[in-house]
């Protein structure tokens, strides 16, 4: 295997002054040791967005209403969404999975969707848990699928993105579940609520955890997750896990996806050496989530779009971090005098 210090050895006889590339050194770094190699090299870039509808969208947590769910996931076969412009622009292949959206996709007009629909929405977790033991190993099982096909294709770079009106709520739900950071410092605007729905939106999240703790008894990390997380959510913790068997760089994006990572990483840790944190959104417990994980981000650009979009945005700083670990000279053969 090849050495954390092997790589640094490298990094530090490239031409230049010591530690001056920064981040982009750390970033080489961590590809290399993903990879095992001193030469890493990023093919077949995929980006992967599970979509699907939530229970909770029925308590009126989210501004946006639930036909935008299924809306947008046909605006993506238009070309028309920005998760197309940025795979276009970054030459990522796109795949969009329906595993729980509340609509009937037609196979021949809708044939960019991959159907993999569980059900039309998950439970309303405010009096129940979101979905069953068995629908949740089905949507991690949908996650491994689909990483497994992008493998197939020569992939070793997986961006991650979602779908699903309401989906801010569950990752509330699991950040402060998860992390023990007080409730009200996990809930946020989501798609843009204003003072009065936020606090609503507090109010039903808070009763739901007081539902969870008094009808579930101890707990595991999947019992938690799969008691409040989407189906695009689940799907995406499962991409994630094989993913990282497969020893994958893995762009996580905002708010949404950085919940799921937080859950895939409890339920494996070793997940978290595939995974390269691509941007720190606007959503209000984004940044404590990031912070309490040990995590530092790549990008804060203000964006909360979801579908995958900051991670997308951040993939050329991952290029441009192997590139220059693969193609700089070095002080020997450059003959520049290593003057440290």
């Known amino acids: ?30 590809v290399a040791l993903i990879q095992d190699t001193l030469s890493p090299e990023l093919r077949q870039p995929a980006h992967i967005l599970f979509g699907s509808d939530h229970g909770i969208e029925r308590e009126g947590v989210s501004l946006s209403p639930r036909e935008v769910t299924w809306q947008q996931m046909l605006n993506y076969g238009r070309g028309g969404g920005g998760v197309n412009v940025l795979c276009r622009q970054h030459g990522f292949t796109l795949r969009i999975v329906d595993v729980g959206v509340d609509f009937d996709f037609d196979p021949v007009r809708h044939a960019h969707i991959i159907p993999r629909k569980i059900a039309r929405g998950t439970r309303n977790f405010l009096h129940g848990a979101a979905m069953t033991a068995a629908e949740w190993e089905r949507a991690l099982a949908v996650g491994r699928e689909q990483v497994d096909a992008v493998g197939a294709e020569g992939s070793n770079v997986l961006s991650l993105g979602e779908m699903g009106i309401g989906n801010t709520s569950p990752s509330s739900v699991l950040m402060h579940l998860l992390l023990d950071i007080p409730l009200p410092q996990c809930v946020g605007a989501g ?16 009763r739901a955890v007081e539902h969870f703790r008094a009808s579930v008894d101890a707990p595991s990390v999947a019992d938690t997750v799969r008691y409040f997380a989407g189906y695009e959510m689940a799907a995406a913790i499962g991409a994630m896990l094989r993913a990282a068997e497969r020893r994958m760089v893995i762009l996580v994006d ?28 606007d959503e209000g417990g984004h940044s404590l989530m990031l912070h309490a994980m040990h995590a530092t981000p790549l990008l804060r650009l203000g ?36 003057y440290f």
């Open 303 to 338: 964006m909360r779009l979801g579908e995958g979009t900051g991670a997308l945005c951040a993939y050329p700083i991952v290029a441009s971090a192997v590139h220059l670990l693969n193609e700089m000279d070095n002080f020997q053969h450059a003959e520049i005098t290593k």
């Open 191 to 206: 798609s843009g609520l204003a003072a009065a729905g936020i606090s609503h939106k507090l109010d039903v999240l808070t």
């Open 254 to 281: 905002g708010f949404i996806m950085t919940a799921c990572m937080l859950a895939a990483e409890r339920l494996q840790p070793s997940v978290r050496e595939c995974a390269i944190f691509g941007h720190c959104g």
């Open 1 to 30: 295997m090849i050495s954390q210090q092997s790589i640094q050895a490298k990094l530090d006889n490239l031409n230049k002054p010591k530690g001056s590339l920064g981040v982009l050194e750390e970033v080489a770094m961590q």
